[in-house]
């Protein structure tokens, strides 16, 4: 289960307060210094967590919680708001265009969950909005991406816009969105490659890609289960392309919880959707403050 071992030490780390009717400085040292364990091996990155509990002190400090009334409920408070805060505060819509198409591009490494989510996405917003998105299978490195999005496009009945895996993808891109323009898609989604590992011939044809799409909207795909990996991977794509979120994917996993709770601080973007399946229905808009509250338990 997602965050089982955090939840498991972060409720013992308070638990350890509200058992008492006030709170000694020693006592919030020590709960503070669970906390920062239980992070650290979540995987929550390092300067995350330092900056996330020294957040929580100075609070703490402000709340005038030592030896106050109802000290143990307002540190849970804070430490809550924090976790909320830390990723994100409120939950942040998909950027539309004044025009149509509004165009949406993915990236992220390769397993991250990128064709997945453009299907489950573009499925969200037929349902929900009656859209009538059109997909680009832009992945031509890996042959099985564009079969799989065919297979998902024909699936939900979504267009996918294809030409094989001989055609550069920057060329795919442009007549796709040619395509969506003479067809009137109001949602254009981009699936582009991914690698292993961030290499510069990806980040050029992203860079590219980017240009040549302007996307609406450039959505790092990030897999949940990889922890401290997805914040490096974060940073490198961060710093290669204008990012507008993130869609964190495999929340259904077992995840120990670093990347989402490190993601929205690495990047500066907000988490926009999490993936909890392998099902087109599988994604959710991401909500901080009720992720805080299922990773308190
Ligand atoms: P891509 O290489 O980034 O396009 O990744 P894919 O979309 O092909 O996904 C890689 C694998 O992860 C596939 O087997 C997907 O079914 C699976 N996957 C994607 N999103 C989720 C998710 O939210 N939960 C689970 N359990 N599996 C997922």
Redo the contacts with the bound molecule.
């Keep these: 289960m997602a965050f089982e071992n955090l939840t498991d030490r972060l409720s013992k780390a308070l638990k350890n307060l509200t058992g008492k009717g006030k709170i000694h400085e020693e006592d919030l040292q020590a709960s503070l210094r669970e906390i920062r364990l239980a992070l650290l091996e979540a995987d929550v990155s390092y300067a995350t967590v330092k900056k996330f509990i020294a957040n929580i002190k100075e609070k703490a400090k402000g709340a005038e919680i030592l030896d106050g009334l109802n000290a143990p409920q307002q540190v849970v408070k804070i430490v809550n708001d924090e976790l909320t805060a830390l990723m994100g505060e409120e939950a942040a819509p998909l950027n539309k265009s004044e025009k149509i198409p509004t165009v949406i591009m993915m990236a992220?490494l390769?397993?991250?969950?990128?064709?997945?989510?453009v299907a489950k996405l573009a499925y969200k917003l037929k349902k929900e909005d009656k859209a009538r998105p059109l997909m680009i299978a832009a992945d031509v490195y890996?042959p099985a991406?564009i079969d799989?999005l065919e297979v998902l496009g024909k699936d939900l009945d979504i267009p996918v816009f294809s030409e094989g895996t001989d055609v550069d993808p920057r060329e795919i891109v442009k007549h796709g969105l040619k395509e969506a323009k003479a067809n009137k898609n109001d949602y254009v989604f981009i699936d582009t490659a991914?690698r292993l590992q961030i290499d510069e011939e990806l980040m050029t044809e992203l860079k590219d890609i980017a240009t040549i799409a302007s996307p609406d909207e450039i959505l790092l795909?990030v897999d949940a289960m990889t922890g401290q990996n997805a914040t490096e991977t974060a940073q490198g794509f961060s710093d290669a392309l204008d990012l507008t979120g993130v869609v964190l994917?495999?929340?259904?996993?077992d995840t120990r919880g670093g990347a989402a709770l490190s993601i929205r601080d690495v990047t500066g973007k907000p988490i926009k959707f999490v993936?909890?399946?392998?099902k087109p229905t599988?994604l959710d808009v991401f909500y901080p403050d009720r992720m805080a509250s299922r990773i308190l338990g």
């Design positions: 992220g390769q397993g991250a969950g990128k064709t997945t989510t890996r991406a799989q991914g795909t994917t495999k929340l259904d996993g993936g909890q399946g392998e599988d």
